[in-house]
């Protein structure tokens, strides 16, 4: 039996103690954990990484604190507008949704489109007609309101500026204090298949239609049994021009690279001289684990059959 794990991020950013209440900080220890552990049950009873990731990803989207699901930012329009993505390793196959409205758990959309639709990558209204013909649990405006997003939003909504994510300050303040808050899982089956999942409501006071790399197969999101599943969090632009998450397989692949190696190689190296800000987080096929980021923190958690199990939102 292969060594099976899995690693769940909730957002990158200047997360930083002295901004955190000690009720604050349980609250998102708790959801990371809530996460992890529901991700891991579906390794042990044997199931599939795809089913796993799948799985944190609807806890956390489930999750007020999180950007993706319920509590997802504000666009430019006062709207919350959803992209989500995941790929298996296994066979390369993926499904992607970008710009949906009104789905409950878009991972749940995303999972369908790369099951049941012949294609990898829906957007807007027609993944939306998607969604409502396979059956998909759709929610009203109300369920995914949060009065921290509106505030957050209405502090910035008459200006130019999009931002990154949760923070109750001014325009310059939010646009040097960035906090990301997109979701993401990766894991590794006991059968040594691997897969990763990621969720956002994107950027804060977002317009013309913008997506960022989430939902992107090889920008924010990737998997290949061959190298490594990995799910990003950050600027989503920089990542994208980046190919982040593919660059990683590259690495590991063309160049022999370990994970953690060509991980470390993409974040702390290539993206920071892109002013690329954020991170990842990465399985292979043997059940290794990574998660680095080159922000002050990212909300952070890992679960595997050797008992390791830890959560961690700060730089320590
Ligand atoms: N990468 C996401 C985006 O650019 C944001 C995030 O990670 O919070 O849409």
Redesign the pocket.
């Known amino acids: 039996m292969n060594q099976f794990s899995i690693a769940i991020h909730g957002?990158?950013g200047t997360i930083l103690k002295e901004d955190m209440t000690a009720e604050l900080e349980q609250a998102y220890i708790k959801g990371l954990q809530e996460a992890v552990t529901a991700g891991y049950a579906v390794l042990e009873e044997g199931g599939s990484a795809v089913n796993a990731v799948k799985a944190s990803i609807v806890v956390l989207e489930d999750n007020l604190l999180f950007?993706a699901g319920r509590g997802s930012v504000f666009t430019k329009k006062g709207l919350q507008e959803m992209?989500a993505a995941i790929m298996d390793g296994k066979d390369l196959s993926a499904g992607s949704v970008a710009g949906i409205r009104n789905v409950r758990n878009p991972i749940e959309l995303a999972t369908e489109v790369m099951l049941h639709s012949n294609h990898v990558f829906l957007s807007g209204k027609g993944a939306n007609d998607f969604a409502i013909k396979q059956g998909i649990k759709l929610e009203p405006d109300e369920y995914f309101f949060s009065q921290f997003r509106y505030d957050q939003w209405k502090e910035i909504r008459d200006s130019d500026n999009y931002s990154?994510?949760h923070t109750h300050k001014g325009v310059e303040e939010l646009m040097k204090d960035k906090k990301?808050?997109?979701v993401g899982a990766v894991a590794c089956d006991m059968h040594g298949n691997i897969a990763g999942a990621t969720s956002?409501g994107?950027?804060t006071n977002k317009k013309y239609g913008r997506i960022?790399?989430?939902p992107l197969i090889g920008a924010?999101t990737y998997a290949n049994n061959k190298t490594c599943a990995i799910s990003?969090?950050?600027?989503?632009?920089p990542?994208i021009c980046a190919v982040a998450a593919h660059d990683v397989s590259c690495l590991m692949e063309y160049k022999g690279m370990s994970l953690q190696d060509a991980m470390y190689e993409v974040v702390k190296v290539k993206l920071v001289k892109m002013d690329g800000e954020?991170g990842m987080i990465g399985v292979d096929a043997k059940g290794n684990v990574s998660m680095i980021f080159n922000s002050a923190g990212m909300y952070r958690g890992m679960r595997n059959s050797k008992g390791e199990n830890k959560i961690g939102i700060y730089n320590d």
Not at 232 to 237: F, K, L, P
């Open positions: 957002g990158a950007n992209d990154l994510d990301f808050g997109t956002t994107g950027m960022g790399d989430s924010g990003c969090t950050g600027h989503g632009e990542f954020g």
